[in-house]
């Protein structure tokens, strides 16, 4: 098995490895003994269909949270003062360096370290916030690395994205394992399938005549603030466990689609009759769940509700489950278009980002008035496709834009986007930006 590669890294003054150390050396007084780095991925296709089983195609971005780091034996995090041997997570506020805290508190537990190395860090992050590029994830599988690395550990690649995967969710979002294993198992040049249950990635070859563009509504959405997210999460959970109850199987198996698939024996088309067969259009109250699943309000608790849903009243299952199997119907897709390069591949991919785009807006609910506006202006402007990526409700869009048109396709979009809000106007560089796939994680050193 993989583990995450020890490189060399040139921190010469004014660079961005050079500032880091300074900055370092400006807290601590002395050189830190290594650097970690993480990346931040964008989604090509497979939205909120994770954490229902199903496969997902991301590339690694540029963009990425790097930490400098020194090891010593105080048993103290020194970045914010905290004692590493009394860890706590505070749900409530979702403040950034308590997702430095689940990957500290993950890679512990998880390799049952029993007296872990003070650590003292500067970090670093270069990926935009709640914008649907995984900043949150990059920093929890950074701070995982820092602490796998101080502590004499070595996790593969893969066991580090389960690991990441599991201890994000002690900030309460549960979401699936995309992020962490695109960011622990990018490699340069390639965007990858990622497949769940066992964890697997499969390099895929995107078209040699196309770029992919990234466009940040600069709408922001954080995840674990709201309970946006995780409505979501349990609308699937129920979806699946009404579909698995109707269908004869014990539901409190059940969690998640693909696997009420696999044991309904269900091609994915089938799956979307089945939805229309057994679920309604209209929202299900909880009171109608639970005459459904013949259980109480609490019982519903603890088979299927997170802390930040319980007060939720009802659920839209019929539209959310019709995306996600139509959704992960559009990834094989994808995929096999990539693989076997017909003629009008790109025009394929392009019209399955779309699709993909219009069931998140219509279906799924997670897009919101100006990124909808922003992809429209995306497709007006020259792409063959483009959508939402990330967990939406804001964030960026993500474009395939044919390679020779790409400097039109950025004037286009600045001057109908960004050149209309005096807010956006002096931030279009970072805002709009043409992406290649990039590496993985690394530990460098001097
Ligand atoms: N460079 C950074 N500086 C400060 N906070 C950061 C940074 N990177 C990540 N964070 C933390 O991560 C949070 C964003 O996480 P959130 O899950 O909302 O979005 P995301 O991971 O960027 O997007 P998505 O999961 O949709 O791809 C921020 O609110 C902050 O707490
Ligand atoms: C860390 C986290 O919750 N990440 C999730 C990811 O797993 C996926 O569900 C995505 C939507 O496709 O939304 C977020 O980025």
Partial sequence: MENVPVGKVSVEINSRYGRIKDKF?????????YYARASGRVNLIGEH????????????????????VSSNDSGRLQMFECDINDLSINKEKP??????????????????????????????????KSAG????????????????HANGQALSKKELSDMCAHCERFIGTEGGGMDQAISFMANKGTAKLIEFNPLKSTDVELPE?????????????NKAATSHFNIRVVECRLASQIIAKTKGLKWREFKRFADVQKALG???????NVVKEILHQEPYTKE???????????????????????????????????HVFSEANRVLQFKKTCDLKPADASVVLGNLMKD??????????????????????????????????????????????????????????TEKYYGKDDRLKEKVTENLFATQPGGGAAIYLE
């Avoid at 269900?266 to 979307?272: F, K, P």
């Avoid at 998140?360 to 402007?381: A, N």
């Fill in 288 to 322: 109608e769940v639970c005459g459904i699943l013949e259980v109480t309000a609490d019982e519903l608790a603890q088979t299927s509700l997170s802390a930040n849903t319980l007060d939720v009243k009802t659920f839209k299952l019929h539209d959310r489950a019709t």
């Fill in 25 to 33: 050396m400006g807290s601590y007084g002395k050189k830190p003994d």
């Fill in 49 to 68: 269909i994770d954490y229902c089983g199903y496969s997902v195609l991301p590339m690694a971005i540029e963009q990425d949270v790097v930490i400098a």
């Fill in 266 to 272: 269900l091609t994915l088309d089938e799956a979307v």
């Fill in 356 to 413: 993909s785009h219009t069931s998140c807006r219509d279906l799924y609910q997670c897009s919101c008035d100006d990124l909808d506006r922003l992809v429209d202006i995306c497709c007006q402007s020259g792409a063959l496709g483009s959508r939402l990526t990330g967990a939406g409700w804001g964030g960026c869009a993500v474009s395939m834009v044919p390679a020779n048109q790409v400097d039109s396709f950025i004037k286009s979009v």
């Fill in 209 to 221: 005549d196309v770029v992919f563009v990234i466009s940040n509504s600069c709408v922001e959405l």
């Fill in 133 to 148: 590029l995984s900043s949150s994830s990059a920093l929890v599988c950074c701070a995982a690395l820092v602490t796998m």
């Fill in 95 to 128: 403040v950034w360096h308590n997702y430095f805290l689940c990957g500290l508190k993950g890679l512990l537990e998880h390799c049952k370290v029993t007296s872990p190395k003070g650590l003292q860090c500067v970090v670093d992050g270069t990926i935009p």
